[in-house]
């Protein structure tokens, strides 16, 4: 008979952040906490132009003015740079001509804000208009000024990707029941607490230290390198506590190198901090969007084909952008079986603030078009929409078209628990008009198989432990803790190996000079790749307090056990010693006891081009429901309750694993109800949080959370993400509800109260009556 699995202490149970107590007393370091002697403020000159050649800058009044330290100009440091290396097409200040409003055309660093913003007032710049790109469906040909010259055939295509697996006109031919959804998504950005700031220091020993709220550490680090030409060594990056980031903050932006570069040129200590619109401005948010799925089924509602295209817009840059393209077409691959699969997307340089990552990233739009025109397929079959979805769940162990390797799954149970806890079957297509129930489910990576960086080849994950004669013990990671909990969850990993209590683990802040390196928060990667580091580490550890412990009780170190801050003989609990004693005996010939653990991903995927896109060692899968209740004499609506069922392995911190999907679902909402970013051509109108309307805590609804993951058998301890795949349900769950509740598919989001009436009013149009009205 096997045994019963140990329990664990920690891990499994609700545990409270380790910085919380510093965060709210005030006392968390972030970015713009950073005071360095003599420092001056750094501010940027932003283009007013879309598109224009920049034929004269004049910056000499600007130098010449009292209390102004230095004026940068793009010629200073031209070196391009981008997050991934095959797409550097940033510039930390333009170079030749501007590309949006708000690029960055010069830059300077003064004594104060007053004199700072006075200079920038004394800088002439002249511009020679070029074409206006705003609408990305215009730049797929070849235009008369590509905004890139590496636009795709003289186009302002950045990135074609086309991928055809099966037969897809055939499985058409032979569908019984087909479907089709054109989407239109407008772009929203990410709404973090905190904004961008960054502090820089050059000092005389000839290095440069750079403190910025930045999710990804090593990514700054090898920009900073490239476009400064220093030496890596010479750089030191320190991530502060960061208020946020959601994406937004995952690539090397250009404030964070101007910031730099103002450093070395004065040879003084600079900090920039942005207000919010400079954020916006920033973006890197979703990407404005336009796909068109169509979905082939047979008579018993067995999937056959999908045929999708998008549309993209980029901004101004390709940020992430190569990544994106693929992504809204291979992360439609879960959680349902398609045997035949057809995709064409195109992403377009535009002249608006770049897009760029945003949570749940590239898999958010096409979820919710795909969900809406599954619904579609199951009402035409006269299939309840769980029982559609449940008779095409892939199985666990199994393999997609397109060679996504699928391990652990509990899709099933989250249809299951959902259609349970919300009642479905009392109402779906039961409530009066005006209210609904809506399904909608999601598939997610758990951080992606394929690093963006080949060479040198290295770990993902890397962390070292530390401990001394106090019992202290250290942690060095570079993983960007960015409120998610990831700090805690690496504490409490190394505490549930070693048996110790979580206050002997201290994990240090991220710091280039002795942080090993992590490839940082973005692609809900941290709790799969660090905590699989983390635990590797904690083991190493405990192999040699399990050999000191061995010596001091006589027995084996295989027949000895953890447990709470003592090693003892397995089975015999008064054969022991503490956790210190072992650890003194440990340390007598070598000191301070240290150890490493690291994690790399095993190779998957198939050998066609772009196969890497969207492999990952686990997927996360959801099912929620949601409940909507319309005023159909206005068009305004509200979710009043959700449920979400979601697979994310065991959860290791259900407190942050709640807490991570309280926050999706409120940042889902938000797509769905209202965010947008506001054009007029390529002049954004709404850069404030003013006016760009995140929902208000009254908007969220009463949400049931319920984790029914098995263990997955690579994960850290079972567990896989549950950072940005909880979001993607959200929308098309709302979506659905609102056919239930009048009958109407909205494809535009958001889906304001107008455009709620305007669907009515169409519907009572085309006398298509829906429960009676």
């Known amino acids: 008979m096997a045994s019963t699995p140990r329990p664990f202490r920690l891990l499994g149970h609700h545990i409270p952040y380790i910085e919380g107590p510093l965060k709210v007393t005030g006392r968390a370091e972030y970015t713009d906490d950073i005071q360095r002697p003599g420092m001056l403020v750094g501010r940027l000159l932003r283009s007013p132009w879309p598109h224009a050649r920049l034929t004269s800058l004049d910056v000499r009044a600007a130098r010449a003015l009292p209390g102004v330290h230095a004026v940068l100009t793009g010629e200073r440091y031209p070196t391009p740079f981008g997050v991934l290396p095959i797409t550097h097409d940033e510039t930390a200040i333009a170079v030749g001509k501007a590309r949006y409003i708000g690029d960055i055309i010069a830059a300077v660093a003064a004594q104060d804000e007053r004199t700072a913003e ?86 005389p020993d000839g290095r440069l230290t750079v403190w910025s709220a930045t999710q990804v550490p090593h990514y700054l680090h090898r920009s900073l390198s490239e476009v400064l030409g220093l030496p890596m060594h010479r750089i030191r990056v320190i991530k502060p506590e960061v208020g946020g980031g959601f994406g937004g903050k995952s690539d090397p932006l250009p404030h964070e190198i101007v910031c730099a570069a103002l450093a070395i040129e004065t040879g003084r200590p600079v900090k920039i901090l942005f207000d919010r619109e400079d954020v916006f401005y920033t973006n890197h948010g979703r990407h404005p969007t336009q796909n068109d799925v169509r979905i082939a089924a047979d008579a018993d509602g067995q999937l056959l084909a999908y045929d999708i295209e998008a549309l993209i817009d980029g901004g101004a840059w390709s940020s992430f952008g190569t990544v994106t393209t693929y992504y809204n077409g291979v992360l439609s691959m879960g959680p349902y079986r398609v045997p035949n699969f057809r995709y064409k997307g195109r992403r377009v340089y535009t002249t608006k603030p770049p897009s760029g990552a945003m949570r749940a990233h590239g898999g958010t739009n096409i979820r919710y078009s795909i969900e809406l025109a599954l619904d579609e397929i199951a009402e035409k079959a006269g299939i309840d929409p769980f029982d559609l979805r449940a008779r095409n769940a892939l199985p666990p162990n199994s393999t997609t078209v397109n060679e996504f390797r699928i391990t652990s799954t509990s899709f099933l149970k989250c249809l299951a628990a959902a259609r349970a806890a919300s009642g479905w079957d009392g109402k779906f297509r039961q409530l009066p008009y005006g209210r609904g129930v809506g399904l909608g489910c999601g598939f997610y990576i758990s951080g992606s198989n394929s690093p963006i960086h080949f060479t040198p080849k290295m770990p993902q994950s890397t962390v070292h432990l530390k401990v001394d004669m106090d019992g202290g013990i250290a942690v060095h990671s570079m993983q960007a803790d960015i409120g998610q909990g990831s700090n805690t969850l690496l504490a409490a990993i190394v505490a549930e190996v070693l048996g110790v209590d979580l206050e002997r683990v201290h994990v240090q802040r991220v710091d280039s000079d002795v942080s090993p390196i992590d490839l940082g928060s973005y692609s809900s990667r941290v709790t799969f790749m660090m905590g699989n580091a983390a635990r590797a580490a904690a083991e190493e550890l405990k192999g040699h307090l399990l050999a000191a412990a061995a010596e001091l009780l006589g027995h084996p170190a295989g027949e000895l056990e953890v447990e709470h801050e003592r090693i003892q003989l397995a089975g015999h609990p008064e054969t022991a010693v503490t956790f210190l004693a072992a650890l003194h005996k440990a340390m007598e010939e070598t000191g301070a006891l240290t150890a490493t653990g690291s994690y790399q991903t095993s190779p998957v995927g198939g050998t066609f081009k772009g196969a890497r896109a969207g492999t990952a060692p686990a997927y996360s899968f959801a099912a929620y429901v949601a409940e909507v209740d319309v005023d159909v004499e206005t068009g305004e609506y509200h979710v009043p309750r959700l449920w979400a069922a979601f697979d994310c392995g065991r959860p290791l911190n259900c407190l942050a694993v709640e807490g991570q999907i309280q926050g999706s679902i409120h940042m889902g909402l938000g797509q769905v109800m209202g965010e947008s970013m506001n054009y007029r051509g390529s002049r954004l109108f709404n850069p404030s949080l003013l006016e760009y309307k ?46 239930d509740a009048v009958g109407v598919r909205f494809t535009e989001l958001p889906i304001t109260p107008d455009r709620v009436l305007r669907g009515i009013d169409l519907r009572t149009k085309e006398a298509r009556p829906w429960k009676g009205a």
């Open 118 to 203: 006075k200079a920038l007032g004394l800088i002439r710049a002249e511009f020679e208009p070029l074409p206006e790109y705003s609408d990305p469906r215009v730049g797929v040909t070849k235009v008369v000024e590509p905004i890139h010259a590496r636009g795709l055939a003289g186009s302002n295509i950045q990135k074609e990707v086309v991928q055809h697996f099966g037969d897809v006109d055939a499985a058409f031919v032979h569908a019984k029941f087909t479907a089709r959804v054109k989407g239109t998504f407008a772009g929203v950005t990410h709404a973090f607490t905190e904004p961008m700031a960054t502090v820089a220091e050059a000092t």
């Open 694 to 739: 995140i929902p208000m805590p009254q908007q969220m609804p009463q949400v049931e959370i319920l984790l029914v993951g098995e263990d997955d058998p690579a994960g850290p301890f079972g567990a896989k993400e549950a950072g940005e795949g909880p979001l993607i349900a959200t929308l098309p769950a709302v979506g659905n509800a609102l056919y």
